[in-house]
């Protein structure tokens, strides 16, 4: 397997991949934005767009209160 793959299919399922692991917990939600802004940084149009999407939705507002709701209801994260 290629290690930069630019398929349409292949693109979006990394994309869809990073996007609901780094929902997961604020641990996985760290490292998700870090790969995705290590794939902005790359010269690859397909890794930028990948990073871009990614980051939209994970530095969102939104997506960062659910991950916060989440871990408070687990009883891993004090209120």
């Known amino acids: 397997?290629?290690?930069?793959?630019?398929?349409n299919f292949v693109k979006k399922a990394v994309n869809w991949?990073?996007?609901?692991?780094g929902k997961r917990n604020l641990a996985l939600h760290a490292a998700c934005v870090e790969a995705?802004?290590?794939?902005i940084d790359r010269p690859e149009r397909y890794a930028c767009w990948i990073g871009r999407d990614a980051l939209r939705e994970l530095t969102a507002e939104k997506t960062l209160a659910r991950i916060?709701?989440?871990?408070?209801?687990?009883?891993k994260l004090s209120p």
């Open 1 to 7: 397997m290629r290690q930069d793959d630019d398929r």
């Open 17 to 21: 991949a990073l996007r609901n692991i």
């Open 36 to 39: 995705a802004r290590r794939l």
């Open 68 to 75: 916060r709701k989440r871990m408070q209801g687990n009883g």
